[in-house]
């Protein structure tokens, strides 16, 4: 099973405020994604990213939500304008070319 | 219609029993299905995938997919304490695709 890691593990930030969260794969893979889940509902997908691209993304990833891999490694999610309704939990995840799907840790994002 | 639909639960069987869980699923063309475990706070871990019909056995779990009638279930052998959490069922309409989620059925396995 591959290892991610995601930093910071709690983030507390104000509305309107930016927000970066960061998820580092131990090792290299291809495909990415970022999925959030509000306290007590489901999972919920946010975008794709394969191949340095977006490959697919939701309707909650509107132009708030940005996501880049800036050095090859790090692979962050960007929240512009932060909303009270982006309070979640917000988890990367991988598949390392098999369909298995691995999630990290996440982050667990509070906007006052 | 909800795209992946579970059990409303909350599950209750004692330690030791078989436990199952269920969930079905609108997109008839979905083509790779996972269960996946999820503690209070914690990130979903995989426990299995299954992408033919059939049984898929793993230690103490087993999948099941009827692609037909669009069902997948996961059966939990000699239940645990320590298997007490919220069961997720995740469907893919591609196999590198999102993953779409159902809401989960919570499961407590009581000593």
């Known amino acids: 099973e591959p290892e991610v890691t995601q930093t910071p593990s709690h983030q507390v930030t104000q509305m309107g405020q930016e927000v970066i969260l960061r998820c580092v794969p131990i090792?290299?893979?291809?495909?990415f994604y970022w999925y959030r889940q509000i306290l007590g509902q489901k999972v919920e997908f946010l975008v794709s990213?394969?191949?340095?691209?977006?490959?697919?993304k939701s309707e909650i990833f509107d132009d708030q939500f940005s996501v880049e891999r800036p050095d090859g490694s790090n692979f962050t999610l960007k929240i512009r304008s932060t909303k009270l309704e982006d309070s979640a939990m917000y988890f990367c995840?991988?598949?390392?070319?098999?369909?298995?799907?691995?999630f990290g840790p996440g982050t667990r994002l509070t906007v006052l | 219609q909800k795209e992946v639909e579970q059990n409303s639960g909350p599950l209750s069987v004692p330690e030791g029993a078989i436990a199952s869980l269920n969930c079905t699923y609108s997109?008839?063309?979905?083509?790779?299905f996972f269960w996946y475990r999820q503690y209070s706070g914690k990130s979903p871990e995989l426990i299995m995938f299954?992408?033919?019909?059939g049984d898929k056995e793993d230690g103490r779990f087993t999948a099941q997919l009827n692609k037909a009638s669009q069902y997948v279930s996961l059966l939990i052998r000699d239940s645990q304490p320590s298997d007490s959490a919220t069961y997720l069922c995740?469907?893919?309409?591609?196999?590198?695709?999102?993953?779409?989620f159902g809401d989960g059925t919570t499961l407590t396995v009581k000593p």
């Open positions: 090792s290299n893979h291809l495909y």
């Open positions: 995740a469907v893919n309409a591609v196999n590198a695709g999102k993953s779409t």
């Open positions: 995840a991988l598949r390392p070319g098999t369909p298995e799907q691995f």
């Open positions: 990213f394969y191949n340095n691209e977006i490959s697919e």
């Open positions: 997109d008839r063309g979905s083509q790779s």
């Open positions: 299954i992408y033919s019909n």
